[in-house]
T-cell receptor, first 115, second 115 residues
Framework: DAGVIQSPRHEVTEMGQEVTLRCKPI?????LFWYRQTMMRGLELLIY????????DSGMPEDRFSAKMPNASFSTLKIQPSEPRDSAVYFC?????????????FGPGTRLLVL | GNSVTQMEGPVTLSEEAFLTINCTYT??????LFWYVQYPGEGLQLLLK?????DKGSNKGFEATYRKETTSFHLEKGSVQVSDSAVYFC??????????????FGQGTTLQVKP
């Protein structure tokens, strides 16, 4: 299995531009998570989906952030407009289920720098 | 609410030294407990887990025992190597209303192993 795939791996953009981060979860996994990691705040859960449906988006910082999961094999996290404080590493993770299957598998992350 | 507290880093050890990274948690019910490791420039990888009290998770020489009486899940390794240098995250699955499915992370502990 290829694992969780994220693209791009690195993104440098200017303030005010739209940024779209992409994630392909592990095939067969039915839960998907978006995290943000910064030195100041550590790992933060932004949003997660079960069976393509957003379950909890309470971690989404503000209206500039949006996430979609149009099908079981693809999700996007969009920032519009981007700001320098959005600079962080964004991780996507997927999971097959609950109980003993609750382990989350992380992608390599997208390193975002907003100038 | 649910939370995880890890010992502050960085932890600096010489090769072959004994490692302990403390982790304590607060949760209602019976969460599953995890240790994730993040090597420089990479995403998080599951290191080990335990799903019920007194379980011991182990992998790559690392061990942690789920201690419900002390609400702890300390990570140990008998002899560290330079290649173990990384950031270690303790985590639990959320329990209770509004938390199911989430991973709650500690702040991470940086381990530096010197030759």
């Amino acid at each position: 299995d290829a694992g969780v795939i994220q693209s791009p791996r690195h993104e440098v953009t200017e303030m005010g531009q739209e940024v779209t981060l992409r994630c392909k979860p592990i095939s067969g996994h039915n839960s998907l998570f978006w995290y943000r990691q910064t030195m100041m705040r550590g790992l933060e859960l932004l949003i997660y989906f079960n069976n393509n449906v957003p379950i909890d988006d309470s971690g989404m910082p503000e209206d500039r952030f949006s996430a979609k999961m149009p099908n079981a094999s693809f999700s996007t996290l969009k920032i519009q407009p981007s700001e320098p404080r959005d600079s962080a590493v964004y991780f996507c993770a997927s999971r097959t289920g609950t109980g003993d299957q609750e382990t989350q598998y992380f992608g390599p992350g997208t390193r975002l720098l907003v100038l | 609410g649910n939370s995880v507290t890890q010992m502050e880093g960085p932890v600096t050890l010489s090769e072959e030294a004994f490692l302990t990274i403390n982790c304590t948690y607060t949760a209602t019910g019976y969460p599953s407990l995890f240790w994730y490791v993040q090597y420089p420039g990479e995403g998080l990888q599951l290191l080990l887990k335990a799903t019920k009290a007194d379980d011991k998770g182990s992998n790559k020489g690392f061990e942690a025992t789920y201690r419900k009486e002390t609400t702890s899940f300390h990570l140990e390794k008998g002899s560290v190597q330079v290649s173990d240098s990384a950031v270690y995250f303790c985590a639990l699955t959320g329990v209770g209303s509004g938390n199911t499915g989430k991973l709650i992370f500690g702040q991470g502990t940086t381990l530096q192993v010197k030759p």
